[in-house]
């Protein structure tokens, strides 16, 4: 992967990257050609080749543009998850948000992370891993902030209790736009706060 | 869809779709053509299209028999789910079998919902509903029989307890098998399970 120098390079690059993202999410990675990515983007391949080297070069770019937008949209609630109740209002968002959209679509980082498990493309299956990690650490921060203002109980364990509430979403998420029904992403995230409630203070 | 009338054929539409399980389990819908399947299954054109008219006919074949699969690797527990206990146990055995494998793979009946619900593709999102419904049965009959046996509160929901199960264990194992770690799986059953016992009598 290389940078371009050019304003014209980073616009082409960056159209390229936006353009992966909207194939990988219909179409799966594996369903998506270097090809179908030119088309898309209108570019060329030497533009192509000029910034990547395969299509699995794209998968980390695309990855990390999905996790900013997450954070962009979530971005007042995630910097006031430092209570019970900052927590619960983002649960409750994440249900009003998700079903304001008839859950139209699966988180797309899951999705992506999904596909890189099973077929563990080319050993990118850490990548996965990462993102999971990169959007519990919002988490983990307000989770912190609990503990050193004495409402989190000192044995409990921030970063795990993070990953739990990323589990429980993404798993309700996908339950909820398979059938269309707000009660399992309700009722997962629910889960998640009591167990959290139970190791505040 | 159409049902062959010899053993001969039977075995050759099963060889179709324990194939299609296996390309769709490691490439996707998206990524395997009818070809991919013929080659892997050894058959030709002609046997494929006296009994599938399409790739996406394959689909729900290989969602059932992926359910059908973990029904049968769980038939003991999914048996004895008329108890807190017996719940318990379930999810343990589904902690020490996913780590047990080292997470090698995400549950392909999951892994295939959340390619449906992620293009829709041509209206099969309702064979991921469908799925999950099915494998939340097993565990909504345990859920009756407790609260017939006055185990769990009458103003209980079996069935969307159970979904909540389902869901806290797709989301915990996708992040595991991801992580490589048996802490998000064991830490989003274990919130599945404190509400359930919050439930209990």
Do not use: I
């Given at each position: 992967m290389r940078t371009p120098t050019t304003s014209r390079g980073r616009a082409v690059r960056d159209r390229l990257v936006s353009s992966a993202a909207e194939l990988f999410h219909a179409r799966g990675v594996h369903g998506t050609s270097v090809d179908d990515v030119l088309e898309r983007a209108g570019a060329g391949k030497g533009q192509f080749y000029r910034y990547f080297d395969?299509?699995?070069?794209?998968v980390p770019e695309v990855m990390a543009r999905q996790i900013d937008q997450w954070v962009d949209r979530h971005a007042a609630l995630l910097g006031n998850l430092s209570s019970l109740d900052g927590f619960r209002a983002w649960c409750d968002a994440l249900v009003a948000n998700s079903s304001g959209r008839n859950?139209?679509?699966?988180?797309p980082i899951a999705g992506l992370a999904g596909e890189l498990v099973q077929a563990d493309r080319r050993g990118l299956r850490h990548i996965g891993a990462a993102a999971f990690q990169r959007m519990a650490s919002y988490l983990t921060a307000g989770l912190s902030a609990m503990q050193q203002a004495g409402e989190l109980r000192a044995d409990a364990d921030p970063a795990r209790l993070a990953v739990m509430f990323v589990a429980c979403f993404e798993g309700g998420l996908l339950v909820s736009v398979a059938t269309g029904d707000e009660r399992p992403l309700r009722d997962s995230l629910d889960a998640a706060l009591a167990s959290l409630a139970a190791q505040t203070v």
């Open positions: 395969s299509k699995e070069d794209l859950f139209a679509r699966w988180c």
